[in-house]
């Protein structure tokens, strides 16, 4: 059979309310255009973040009532530890409320002034606790990373040379060494077995931690089976234990690859590591059975990471990027490529080319699909990252706009909806024009700035 389906049968459904063009232009208006600013019941298809907006099972709404709310050693907490172990062989399992507070943990040990943390690209919660700590991360991913039209298998590989130089340059500087998989900030794209298992030689030869940051490592595995020599004929689950076996550690956003709502944790080999991880979170998360979550979360979890290491579901995960991206480059659509695990990023810098990037055309776009089709993506380009710390504007290095698919919640007719919405786009898309900025705070200014229209 040629289609690959949707591997689930839908029980318990959310209505989408509709809107009409006319209703969206002044939702949108009042919400200063910007995207954050919208109630999401005003939103048809919500592509915001595939960040704890998945679906969860019938097994894992049934697991939640299996939950165990003791505040210590839960039976839940002691299912949820055995899960992730199955898959990622640490000694130490400290949950969290989501992968930022494990960031929070591990930088409050590894991070600090004048220190230098490494990785292939850090996303930006990971990048915010090591500046936060005082030190400073560094992106050192392969360069066809950085080449939107690249279509290398792995492009979310370290560069192995540069990190070599890395480490004898700053030497005792650098506390440890991190690998994001999939690589979130650079388009989702994956990193292959080798470069995990080289990245780690590295940092023994050296004498540092390795870290994996494990948000997406199902997909992750997929794409090594489907990708890299030798591995075609191995099961998800031993590729995963191969990746982590290789780390000292990791760092998850279980709202992400475990099908959670919400979690997270921090996983550990060393005994003294852990004992100080553990006396932060009764600090700041709560008792080390249950972090900052309820014992219902834990199971859902629980059950979670045993369904995203299942083949059916990963390859029509996958397959639903690589869908969307041959139907938007049969419009002309410039995207991404290849097809990432969780995302697609169109170009809007070369598809807009009217408007200056300092006018946003990723912005531009994201309106456009907003009105046009209800449809909610999310700028990543100059709004984003074009602010400098000394207060000047500089276009950022490319305007995305991206469509982050959330976990077994849309159907393929919903998708093809969004890509008829780009084929409405595709035909008027001359007669957009930019935005600027009103107002926006200090930092992080994409979530709350407000704007305006350009008329031309
Ligand atoms: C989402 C994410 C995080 C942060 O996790 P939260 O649960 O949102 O705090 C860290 N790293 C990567 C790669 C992510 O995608």
Known sequence: MKTIIEPFRIKSVEPIRMTTREERRELIEKAHFNLFGLHSDDVLIDLLTDSGTG????????????????????????????????????????????????????????????????SNTHFDTTRGNIEASGARGDDLVIAEGRDPASDHPFKGNMDLDRL???????????????????????????????????????????????FIDGCRFAENAWFIKQRESGQGDRSIPDIVRDCFAEADGMTMSAKKDAFGNIGGWLALNDDALAERARNHLI????????????????????????????????????????????????????????????????????????IPPLEYPGQALAVALYELGG???????????????????????????????????????????????????????DS????GITRQPELMRHFTCCFEGIEK
Request: hydrophobic share 40%; aromatic share 10%.
């Open 283 to 354: 600090r700041t998360e709560g008792f080390p059975t249950y972090g900052g979550l309820a014992g219902r979360d834990l199971e859902a979890l629980a059950q979670g990471l045993s369904e995203i290491v299942d083949e059916d579901y990963l390859r029509y995960r996958v397959r639903t990027m690589s869908y969307i991206i041959e139907h938007l480059d049969r419009l002309g659509v410039p995207v991404v490529k290849p097809a990432g695990g969780h995302a697609v990023f169109v170009d809007a810098r070369s598809w807009l080319p009217q």
């Open 375 to 429: 449809i909610r993506s999310c700028e990543i380009g100059t709004v984003m990252f074009g602010m400098q710390p000394d207060g000047t504007e500089q276009p950022a290095a490319m305007d995305l706009v991206r469509l982050a698919i959330p976990r077994r919640t849309y159907t393929q007719s919903h998708i093809d909806y969004v890509l008829e919405v780009f084929e409405e786009v595709a035909s008027m898309k």
């Open 55 to 118: 679906a969860m099972s019938s097994a894992q709404w049934a697991a939640v009532m299996r939950g165990d709310e003791s505040y210590a050693g839960s039976p839940s907490f002691y299912r949820f530890e055995a899960a992730v172990k199955d898959l990622m062989p640490f000694t130490h399992v400290i949950p969290t409320h989501q992968g930022r507070a494990a960031e929070a943990i591990l930088f409050s040990m590894f991070g600090g002034p004048g220190r230098h943390i490494p």
């Open 432 to 435: 957009l024009t930019g935005f």
């Open 164 to 210: 070599e130089a890395y480490l004898e340059n700053h030497g005792d500087a650098v506390p440890c060494v991190m690998l994001t998989i999939t690589n979130n900030a650079g388009g989702g794209q994956p990193v292959s077995l080798d470069n995990i298992r080289g990245t780690a030689a590295l940092a023994r030869r050296f004498g540092k931690p390795f």
